[in-house]
T-cell receptor
Framework: DGGITQSPKYLFRKEGQNVTLSCEQN?????MYWYRQDPGQGLRLIYY?????DFQKGDIAEGYSVSREKKESFPLTVTSAQKNPTAFYLC???WGQGPYEQYFGPGTRLTVT | RKEVEQDPGPFNVPEGATVAFNCTYS??????FFWYRQDCRKEPKLLMS???SGNEDGRFTAQLNRASQYISLLIRDSKLSDSATYLC????????????FGSGTKLNVKP
């Protein structure tokens, strides 16, 4: 069954702790993305990766880090430097180099207190 | 100015009604256009791509007006299951990795 998986679904952390969100896809998609969604707002791009071992900052990369060591995996670390980390985090992937649609994983809801 | 703007709604309509959403985008060089559907606390799911000539998928019709820089989504014969938030998405011409998402239009279909 092809798709994108994210884990965990819900995550609770104390302020000051780093946390890593998992994203795996078995669609053989080249590009992968991380977005953040806050209530009543559109999705905002955190990081994206077009190929293995390469990634680019999106619009709100401060306080986040990523890696892309395998085509299938694109984990996101939310560091203690991120001022407002509580949000819904969505991972997406896309095939090819052109303007093709993105497909999303089920998301991770992170709460930091 | 936001890249993509949508009326947040909510649009409250009875079952069987026809409802239309519009979305405007600011970058005339935008390349690709999509409508996604997002249920409460779930991920967005692709509803349909929007082509220059307009396209239809069952009860859903999408149209693009490049001159006025807006796209529309028409839903005919609304079902209770159509209740969701509809996101308008536009890509950048020069960077296909940049997808601009509207904040969404909420639709409530009532019995």
């Amino acid at each position: 069954d092809g798709g994108i998986t994210q884990s965990p679904k819900y995550l609770f952390r104390k302020e000051g702790q780093n946390v890593t969100l998992s994203c795996e896809q078995n669609l053989n998609h080249d590009a992968m993305y991380w977005y953040r969604q806050d209530p009543g707002q559109g999705l905002r791009l955190i990081y994206y990766s077009q190929i293995v071992n390469d990634f680019q900052k999106g619009d709100i990369a401060e306080g986040y880090s990523v890696s892309r060591e395998k085509k299938e995996s694109f984990p996101l670390t939310v560091t203690s430097a991120q001022k407002n980390p509580t949000a819904f985090y969505l991972c997406a992937s896309r095939w090819g180099q052109g303007p093709y649609e993105q497909y999303f994983g089920p998301g991770t809801r992170l709460t930091v207190t | 100015r936001k890249e993509v703007e949508q009326d947040p709604g909510p649009f409250n309509v009875p079952e069987g009604a026809t409802v239309a959403f519009n979305c405007t985008y600011s970058n005339s060089a935008s390349q690709s256009f999509f409508w996604y559907r997002q249920d409460c606390r779930k991920e967005p799911k692709l509803l349909m791509s929007v082509y220059s000539s307009g396209n239809e998928d069952g009860r859903f019709t999408a149209q693009l007006n490049r001159a006025s820089q807006y796209i529309s989504l028409l839903i005919r014969d609304s079902k209770l299951s159509d209740s969701a938030t509809y996101l308008c998405v536009v890509t950048d011409l020069y960077n296909f990795n940049k997808f601009y998402f509207g904040s969404g239009t909420k639709l409530n279909v009532k019995p």
